[in-house]
């Protein structure tokens, strides 16, 4: 797993469950590789979400899941489920499911259109 947009805001219970579940480290965005799954941290006042979207899936294994988390609608830089569910299909992607990742953190899952079932 990659993780993209990491800042010190992230929920770091839910980077070491991960990495606990994972049994590995996440990777740094800067790493390169394929990975099976990028974790996506993303705020309102980050760059282009399409953009973040399209860029994350370079090193997107083919099947592989971005797991896109905004900060929830109470918290400063939410990105609404509507702006997400929109940017996706123009970035490749399709939402799948949305989950409440974390206390302060919405996820959501996307997989590339092809990968859509």
């Not at 592989?64 to 702006?83: E, F, M, N, Q, T």
């Amino acid at each position: 797993m990659q993780e993209i947009g990491y800042d010190d805001d992230v929920d770091l219970d839910l980077c070491q469950a991960i990495e606990n579940i994972i049994g590995e480290k996440i990777a740094d965005g800067d790493e390169d590789g394929v990975f099976d799954a990028i974790l996506m941290w993303w705020r309102s006042d980050d760059d282009d979400l399409i953009d973040g979207l399209v860029d994350a899936q370079v090193t997107l294994k083919e099947g592989g899941v971005v797991w896109l988390l905004s900060p929830k609608a109470s918290r400063p830089g939410h990105i609404s489920p509507a702006d997400i569910s929109e940017a996706a299909p123009t970035a490749g992607m399709h939402v799948t499911s949305t989950v409440s990742a974390a206390e302060h953190w919405a996820g959501f899952r996307l997989v590339g259109k092809k990968n859509f079932s």
